[in-house]
């Protein structure tokens, strides 16, 4: 199952809300509905940077420092993410789109992301 960081106040943007959402999640899957825990597959909402707005400035960082801690408190359960949120802003400067791109995965691997959601027409 895939479960996206979404409650009823809205979409996870911060590091807390991301691990708290995805905790809730699994102890509901886990404990209260029997779901095996390696068949949970976590998406805490990669958001996109650069936007120009000081509040979005921490969302990669909040992403990637939230893979650590699911993993951590979540076990056996796995994270993706669409990576193309991440530089959303930079549309039609695929260079940079790029550059960004793969310094986020070597970061958000490193912190547990087991798989990311691409546009694999876009890929070279």
Do not use: W
Request: net charge negative; hydrophobic share 45%.
């Amino acid at each position: 199952v895939i479960v996206m960081a979404f409650d009823e106040q809205g979409q996870a943007a911060t590091f807390e809300d991301k691990v708290r959402i995805c905790k809730r999640s699994y102890d509901l899957l886990v404990d209260t509905a029997g779901f095996p825990p390696e068949d949970i597959i976590f998406d805490p909402n990669i958001l996109t940077v650069a936007t120009g707005m000081s509040e979005h400035n921490s969302y990669a960082i909040d992403f990637i420092r939230a893979c650590s801690e699911i993993k951590r408190q979540c076990p056996y359960a796995k994270i993706s993410g669409g990576v193309s949120n991440l530089s959303f802003g930079f549309r039609g400067v695929n260079t940079v789109r790029e550059a960004l791109h793969a310094v986020f995965l070597y970061h958000a691997i490193k912190a547990g992301m087991d798989m990311g959601i691409v546009n694999a027409g876009m890929m070279e």
